[in-house]
């Protein structure tokens, strides 16, 4: 029997978790819910994020603020180069074109960081103090990143509900003609959520590069997993990508302590076919 | 000058031509009605004034200003608001979320609390069901907002399509009281609309569409009184 506290322990750490990939998520499924089109590609961009983040703290020794910072320009420029050199011309034809576009340029990151920076991993070490809670330890590292995960979704809901720009993203998604009737262009607004997409992926690849090395395959890490997240959830509900972050990571976190890490992702797999079949429009669907 | 103008317009769907050389025109505060059976291109002439749909050949004139081939989300920007077939809402969104959609234009933003007052004073279900999804509201008070929404973007003319498209003869009747009530704040309306008897006694002038070609325009009381109209769509 396994001791309680390295469960309690395993489930702190799937929530921890659960908050970057929830940042994936919503950022991935903002994308889908509003233009309609699946970012094969999302979790290379925040790769591209987290090398730049290593080069600019690690190599040349920028604070790791300002590292932050630029990721975050650098990931909303990255979206928005996205939308309007692939995304744009694409728009208007069959989806399995699209799928192909964004899947291809999937497969360009990859050999061309592999070709820019070799498959080395590299990674940004912090050395920031744990703490202990009734004997559970939290490591810094993890929890500054879930916290700052949890602020940048509580910052997206307020821009996505407060604002004129925000709430109009959320009205092109249900109507886009109408909102067009609005006086909204609508290319505009999908320029927009590209680049909130980026940002997202930009904050991502700075919270990640400091808990995992990266190199060019880290999509393949974290890629599907996202992808399957906004599934689960429902493709383009919020809500339900930021409910189902959380149980994957649970799965993922209390199955890698009670038998290994490939076990939990095995596990993780068959739960999310298991609910493709149960609840096919994601688990928070009405029925029917 | 009228305020909006087409001449020779000619519009369709792929190989299907709806609308052919279509020449009419609306006056400043003036009500005019297109009305015509099922399939005669009403929708379509709306769709086209307001840049949804673009024209085959012709031109059409707002306030001076071409609007020929222009997109919608610049149609609207000259003061052009369309109500849409179907409304067209933002089902998930709040009441007050729409609201504050039809006044996404810069102009229409800076004066949004005040045009925001003025909508729950003609329609003041609204207000009481700001927080309320749109898609939970009756048909009736859809159309109320799909009305309110477009005022919301203060325009100079509204196109309105089958605003009584739906609903229930009751609801007609005091949905036409309200278009009358939006009338007398001075607005201009462009409304399209099979419920002839009704729509003849709110409007100035009407033109008659078949087939997609105009057939007959008039005085809206004189209109009623032909005949041929009497016994097609009035049913006297």
């Known amino acids: ?42 979790v290379d961009l925040v790769m591209l994020c987290m090398y730049l983040v290593y080069f600019l703290v690690q190599v040349y020794g920028w604070p790791v603020w300002a590292g932050g910072l630029a990721s975050l320009a650098f990931g909303a420029l990255l979206g928005v180069a996205v939308h309007l050199l692939i995304i744009s011309p694409i728009l208007g034809s069959a989806p399995v074109n699209q799928l192909l576009a964004t899947g291809g340029l999937l497969f360009f990151l990859q050999s061309f960081a592999t070709f820019l920076w070799t498959t080395d991993h590299r990674s940004v070490r912090l050395s920031l103090p744990s703490f202990e809670v009734a004997g559970i330890f939290l490591p810094l590292t993890r929890v500054i990143p879930f916290a700052i995960s949890i602020l940048a979704l509580i910052a997206l809901y307020v821009f996505l509900t407060r604002t004129f720009v925000g709430t109009a993203i959320r009205a092109v998604s249900q109507d886009r003609e109408a909102m067009s009737l609005m006086g909204a262009n609508p290319q505009w607004i999908y320029v927009v959520t590209s680049a909130v997409g980026g940002l997202m992926a930009g904050l991502a690849g700075t919270l990640l590069i400091f808990q995992y090395s990266v190199h060019p395959f880290f999509g393949g890490q974290f890629g599907p997993l996202t992808f399957m997240i906004c599934v689960l959830g429902g493709l383009g509900n919020m809500v339900g990508a930021f409910v189902a972050s959380f149980i994957m990571s649970e799965i993922i976190s209390i199955a890698g302590v009670v038998w290994s890490t490939e076990m ?25 | 000058m009228s305020l909006l103008a087409l001449a020779g317009v000619t519009a369709g769907y792929g190989a299907f031509t709806a609308l052919w050389d279509v020449a009419l025109r609306v006056e400043r505060g003036e009500a005019v009605a297109v009305v015509g059976p099922n399939g005669s291109g009403k929708t379509t002439l709306l769709r086209v004034i307001s840049g949804m749909l673009p024209v085959r050949g012709g031109t059409l004139t707002f306030d001076g200003a071409a609007l020929t081939g222009r997109p919608a989300h610049e149609v609207v920007a000259h003061g052009i608001a369309h109500v849409p077939e179907g409304r067209r809402l933002f089902p998930n969104l709040t009441v007050a979320d729409n609201l504050k959609m039809g006044a996404y234009l810069p102009r229409a933003r800076t004066r949004y609390r005040e045009t925001l007052e003025r909508v729950f004073g003609l329609f003041p279900v609204l207000a009481e069901r700001q927080l309320q999804r749109a898609g939970s509201l009756s048909g009736g ?36 009281d309200l278009i009358r009530r939006v009338r007398e704040e001075g607005y201009t309306i462009l409304v399209v609309e099979q419920n002839v008897r009704q729509v003849l006694k709110l409007v100035d002038r009407a033109y008659l569409l078949e087939v997609g070609r105009i057939k007959m325009e008039g005085r809206a009381a004189e209109l009623a009184e032909q005949d041929f109209v009497r016994k097609a769509y009035v049913g006297l």
């Open chain 2, 141 to 176: 008070e859809q159309q109320m907002l799909a009305l309110g929404r477009a005022l919301m973007s203060r325009p100079r003319l509204i196109l309105l399509d089958e605003p009584s498209m739906g609903l229930a003869p009751v609801m007609v009747l005091r949905l036409f």
């Open chain 1, 1 to 42: 029997m396994i001791d309680p506290i390295f469960l309690a322990e395993a489930a702190v750490n799937g929530i921890l978790l659960g908050g970057i990939l929830a940042l994936l998520a919503l950022g991935l499924n903002l994308i889908f819910g509003v233009i309609d089109i699946v970012w094969i590609a999302y």
């Open chain 1, 264 to 288: 939990g992702y095995v596990i993780a797999f068959v739960v999310f076919i298991v609910m493709i079949f149960a609840r096919p429009g994601g688990i928070l669907a009405r029925r029917g």
